[in-house]
């Protein structure tokens, strides 16, 4: 039901992105720019720090660099998705409040509005993969193409939690507080800054990393970006099962509370 009524008013959710993705640049001099500002600078400090001050055990991740913006940008999509899809209900009470308009729009034009922004920010992805390739550094081939296919694979994820964190963050107000310091957690247990040799030899913390559901879509990214290889037909499988289980399980609690939705913002 909740699919039907988003493909039923897609013309309203892209009007929606759009909208948003000009309220955030409104009165800037730079506009577009600055949504490569934050990802890039991230990329600068962890290289820096992970490079130079706690070098990598694992040889093969070697350049770091690269190694690092291949889950870092998707993650960063990922993080602001979810903190701006939670806060999406309360910040526009005024239209949930219309008793036609369809609230299930709202979390779902964060994800597609960072998604753009993630987008804009692959030519950097590219940028760093020919650079290293000139330098002579043994990097992804064709592999790389499927990148945004990876992400296109997540997005029903990432879409069912941004719902389902909404609804719960309009019945109860430190949801997105909460979600802050899991999304810290979450972002150390996926392997981003290691690669997942480096946990090897610890078999709690790897089965831990393992289990996070972020990990599939992380690794997939790896294999085809930085090494060059196509991920397995069981790790598509795993992204997708996880996928569908996100948007299930969000889709279900949203339908679960809309109808308290309007006294609760």
Not at 5 to 22: F, G
Not at 40 to 53: C, N
Not at 92 to 105: D, G, H, Q, S
Not at 200 to 218: G, I, K, M, T
Request: charged content about 10%; aromatic content about 12%; cysteine-free.
């Amino acid at each position: 039901m909740l699919l039907r009524t988003l493909l039923r008013h897609h013309s309203l959710l892209l009007t929606l992105t759009v909208r948003e993705l000009k309220a955030r640049y409104r009165g800037s001099v730079l506009g577009f720019f600055w949504s490569l500002v934050n990802p890039v600078m991230m990329l600068v400090v962890y290289t820096f720090v992970f490079s130079y001050i706690f070098t990598p055990r694992d040889p093969d991740v070697a350049p770091y660099a690269l190694f690092l913006v291949t889950g870092l940008f998707p993650w960063i999509w990922f993080q602001t998705s979810l903190t701006e899809g939670a806060a999406s209900l309360m910040a526009n009470a005024a239209l949930i409040r219309k008793a036609a308009f369809p609230a299930e729009l709202l979390p779902i034009v964060p994800v597609l509005a960072n998604l753009v922004h993630l987008a804009l920010a692959l030519p950097v992805i590219a940028v760093a993969f020919v650079v290293f390739r000139s330098q002579g550094h043994d990097v992804s081939g064709w592999t790389a193409l499927l990148l945004p296919l990876i992400i296109l694979v997540q997005v029903p994820l990432t879409a069912g939690l941004s719902l389902g964190l909404a609804a719960l963050n309009a019945h109860f107000k430190d949801v997105k507080d909460l979600l802050a310091n899991l999304l810290t957690l979450l972002f150390f247990l996926t392997p981003i800054l290691y690669s997942l040799r480096m946990v090897s030899d610890y078999p709690a913390v790897r089965w831990v990393v393992e289990a996070n559901p972020l990990s599939p879509y992380v690794l997939a990214l790896q294999e085809a970006v930085f090494y060059g290889q196509m991920p397995e037909p069981w790790r598509w499988a795993t992204m997708a099962l996880v996928s569908l289980i996100g948007w299930l399980l969000g889709a279900a609690l949203f339908d679960r509370l809309r109808d308290t939705l309007v006294e609760a913002v």
